[in-house]
């Protein structure tokens, strides 16, 4: 006699990175279409003062208004009436997480690589200068000084240049982010004394550590390549803004498309 297949209660799905800039970002909720940030490129005159001369008006500093605007994602899936009543699992729960999962990856990518057209502008899109002639509202670089490839003799020279290219008081909150692919070459890089530059967390839940700073593995930055921008360094926390309206909304639609019913998110 034949027995029934059973089903199971949950779809098991594909496993996608969904690592985003948004855990070392700057990231602010707003009930607006944009978002401004204030900027002081700046700085203010001083001088040393005395009790018998006239203290002289100093330079002023001059502040910037950079406008975020806000952008939106949407996905509208479909699933036929009958499949919503007859499945053995939650096909609309399912949707909304797969939905969710999708929008997340979007953005990721969005804040890497984004040209800003219809979506946020990724840190790397625009203007890269090197190290050396570097100017505010560009992004500065460190060349590996090998087409493709990190210095055959001296590999980790290019990691120890880009941490110091960074002032020092950004270096207190700056972290690495690149891809896994790159975390894999960095992690064998050693020091002069053979020592590796890489220390992995030894508490759950925290970061690896590379020349004593967090690394953050996003998958959505470059490959090691001529010309990539492969490993990036800095405080995100100051460099990057990433504004939002914190809700998420699923709106059910049995109308248009019947027998079918339309998930507009």
């Known amino acids: 006699y034949l027995v029934d297949p059973q089903t199971a209660e949950t779809i098991r799905g594909v496993l996608r ?3 985003s800039l948004r855990a070392i970002a700057n990231v602010v909720q707003v009930e607006a279409s ?3 940030v204030l900027i002081d490129t700046t ?3 001083a001088g040393w003062a005395d009790e018998v001369t006239d203290t002289a008006e100093t330079a002023a500093p001059q502040i910037e208004r950079i406008s975020i605007p806000l952008y939106e994602l949407s996905a509208m899936p479909k699933a036929s009436q009958r499949l919503l009543d007859d499945s053995a699992f939650d096909i609309e729960g399912w949707l909304a ?5 999708k929008f997340a990856r979007a953005e990721a990518a ?4 984004g040209d800003g057209v219809g979506k946020p502008l990724g840190f790397l899109t625009g203007l890269a200068l090197p190290d050396a002639i570097w100017t505010w509202g560009t992004l500065g670089y460190v060349a590996t000084g090998t087409a493709g490839d990190f210095d055959a003799a001296a590999p980790a020279d290019a990691i120890v240049d880009l941490v110091y290219a960074l002032g020092a008081q950004y270096r207190a909150g700056a972290s690495f982010v690149m891809n896994s692919k790159t975390a894999g070459a960095v992690r064998k890089m050693k020091d002069a004394d053979g020592r590796f530059l890489w ?3 030894l508490a759950a839940g925290e970061p690896a550590r590379l020349m004593g700073y967090p690394v953050l593995i996003a998958e959505d930055m470059p490959d090691i ?4 921008l492969a490993i990036a ?3 995100f926390g100051a460099g990057y803004t990433i504004a939002e309206r914190p809700d998420l909304r699923m709106l059910r639609d049995p109308f248009s498309a019947k027998p079918h019913v339309l998930f507009y998110a």
């Open 97 to 101: 997480a797969r939905i969710a999962d």
């Open 199 to 201: 220390s992995d967390g």
């Open 110 to 113: 969005a804040f890497v690589s």
């Open 225 to 228: 390549a001529t010309d990539s």
């Open 17 to 19: 990175n969904a690592s």
């Open 43 to 45: 700085d203010t005159g």
């Open 233 to 235: 360094f800095g405080d």
């Open 34 to 36: 944009s978002f401004d």
